[in-house]
Each structure stands twice: as structure tokens, then as C-alpha cells.
């Protein structure tokens, strides 16, 4: 049996780490409305929202990290998606309206070394460590979400 993917919790600060949960959120052009990272400077409209899943997140607690939902930075932590098999132009579904399309990996930098019990950010480094990253997309369709929202991966798009 599958597990449908959906969003597990929406996190926002007004600037670094950790982001904390909130009960919903608008997704606006440059990302989560009230998020520190919804300004232009801080990667724009390529990289408005980043994704991470629950099961790198417990995968990591497992091996002894003190990690937790919205530690690393991370606007969306989803549940039931295949981070190994989603590459960049893939879109998603978020909720009932909002679309994003995947644009990169997000790099990791020291200012999340808190989250990882030996301060090794590169354990969420994707050239590393294959699905285990954050990925960051862009918005192509706003709206709101909450947790427990399901999440569709889109039909990749034909290139001819």
C-alpha cells in the first residue's frame, strides 16, 4: 500500500533558523507569506519555498541528529514523497490550488550546523548524500495550504 504524500507542517520565521510551525499560510510569489525568506534577496521567485521530508528528518534523528520539523530551514515538510525520484521541472500540487515547480537543491549552510549532532551540515548535501536534500521550487500557482494537505506530483511535462 502507498502512502499518499501530504503536507506534515508549514514553517515560517522572520529571519533564520529554526522556522517555526504555523497553522496555515498563504503561498505567495516569493514564498510563504510572513517568512523571513520571502523577500527577493534570499534566493527570489527560483527558490520562494523549500521542501524537506519527514523521513530524511527521522531517518537523520536516527542516526543520533537532534533535527526536528522546520530545524534546517524548510518551509514545507512533507510526508509520503520520493525525494530520490523528484528532479528539477518536476511540479507539485499543493492543497487544492497552489502549484511549484522544483528548481534546485538547496545547498547547506553553517547557520544549520545546530541541527546535526557532529555540526556536518553536508549530511543534507545533495552531490553527498542522494535524497536527502532540501529542494527549492518556485511558485506557479498561489493560494493557501495547511498541514494535512495532500500533495500531487504533476505529470512531467513533454519537452517537444
Not at 117 to 123: A, K, L, M, P
Not at 126 to 136: D, F, I, L, P
Amino acid at each position: 500500500m502507498t502512502t499518499a504524500a501530504k503536507i506534515v507542517q508549514l514553517n515560517i520565521s522572520p529571519g533564520g533558523v529554526p522556522k517555526l510551525p504555523v497553522a496555515g499560510a498563504s503561498v505567495e510569489p516569493f514564498g510563504l507569506a510572513g517568512d523571513g525568506h520571502h523577500y527577493p534577496s534570499h534566493g527570489g521567485r527560483n527558490r520562494a519555498v523549500v521542501l524537506f521530508g519527514l523521513e530524511q528528518i527521522e531517518q537523520l534523528q536516527t542516526d543520533g541528529h537532534p533535527i526536528t520539523p522546520g530545524a534546517i530551514g524548510e518551509n514545507v515538510t512533507t510526508a509520503g514523497l520520493n525525494y530520490r525520484t523528484l528532479r528539477v521541472g518536476d511540479r507539485l500540487r499543493l492543497g487544492e490550488r497552489v502549484v511549484l515547480r522544483l528548481t534546485g537543491h538547496a545547498d547547506p549552510c553553517s547557520k544549520i550546523a545546530g541541527a546535526f549532532s557532529d555540526g556536518d551540515v553536508s549530511r543534507v548535501r545533495e552531490a553527498k548524500h542522494r535524497g536527502m536534500s532540501r529542494v527549492t521550487a518556485c511558485v506557479l500557482t498561489t493560494g493557501e495550504v495547511a498541514p494535512g494537505d495532500p500533495i500531487e506530483v504533476l505529470p512531467r511535462q513533454s519537452s517537444g
